[in-house]
């Protein structure tokens, strides 16, 4: 997406810590998203964060949010080989109805 | 729990044909959104509606048309296909003004030969 950046991969070990960056661009998002993307499938929303938060922790996912330098992380703490897949952040845009504007996407790795 | 419905889930059409997609959002869902995402591309949307209006409109071709029918379901239909349009198309939904999420359905894949 050209205005979200994402590094394009990302190979850990089993049991190992992830951590996907994003950079976007709109500070008056409000809210910001991680979607995970298995081979063939469709869009799952994994977790979201309010801008006025700085962290959210969910079972094995933490985010962190640096609204200052627009920049998000996914945490993917004891990472799977069921964890392998693409990683999308996205804002949302365009006023009441929130098209959503994805990153490039981060090809994740789990090996053994 | 219901979730959003696409059809066909594969299509293949030759250049120049028509194809039109099927998107049924999830029970009392009012705004739908369609993406495309090409080949290890990032989703990037078209269209959405919401109460059957044109919300929002995106990188949709002048070739392409959709519309949100009184029972919510939306089509999108796309004329003189071209190689390009090979791609995933995702229908998503989502609830009433105010709700977060959009969930998307499991796409459909068209493939132009």
Redesign the interface.
């Given at each position: 997406?050209e205005d979200v950046e994402q590094s394009l991969f990302l190979s850990v070990r089993e049991g190992d810590s992830s951590v996907i960056n994003c950079t976007y661009t709109d500070s008056s998002s409000t809210?910001l998203y991680w979607?995970k993307q298995e081979p063939g499938?469709?869009?799952?929303?994994l977790t979201?964060i309010f801008s006025n938060m700085d962290m959210k922790q969910d079972q094995r996912l933490t985010v962190l949010l640096n609204k200052k330098d627009k920049h998000l992380s996914l945490r993917i703490a004891d990472t799977q080989t069921g964890d392998s897949a693409i990683y999308?952040c996205a804002e949302p845009k365009?006023?009441?109805?929130?098209?959503?504007?994805?990153?490039?996407?981060t090809r994740l790795a789990v090996h053994p | 729990a219901a979730g959003v419905i696409q059809s066909p889930r594969h299509l293949i059409k030759e250049k120049r044909e028509t194809a039109t997609l099927k998107c049924y959002p999830i029970p009392r869902h009012d705004t739908v959104y369609w993406y495309q995402q090409g080949p290890g591309q990032d989703p990037q949307f078209l269209i959405s509606f919401y109460e059957k209006m044109q919300s929002d409109k995106g990188s949709i071709p002048d070739r392409f048309s959709a519309q949100q029918f009184s029972d919510y379901h939306s089509e999108l239909n796309m004329s003189s296909l071209e190689l390009g349009d090979s791609a995933l198309y995702f229908c998503a939904s989502s609830a009433p003004r105010g709700e977060l999420e959009q969930f998307f359905g499991p796409g459909t894949r068209l493939t132009v030969l």
């Open positions: 997406g809210y979607y499938a469709g869009l799952q929303l979201y999308f365009g006023g009441g109805y929130n098209k959503l504007i994805f990153g490039a996407g | -």
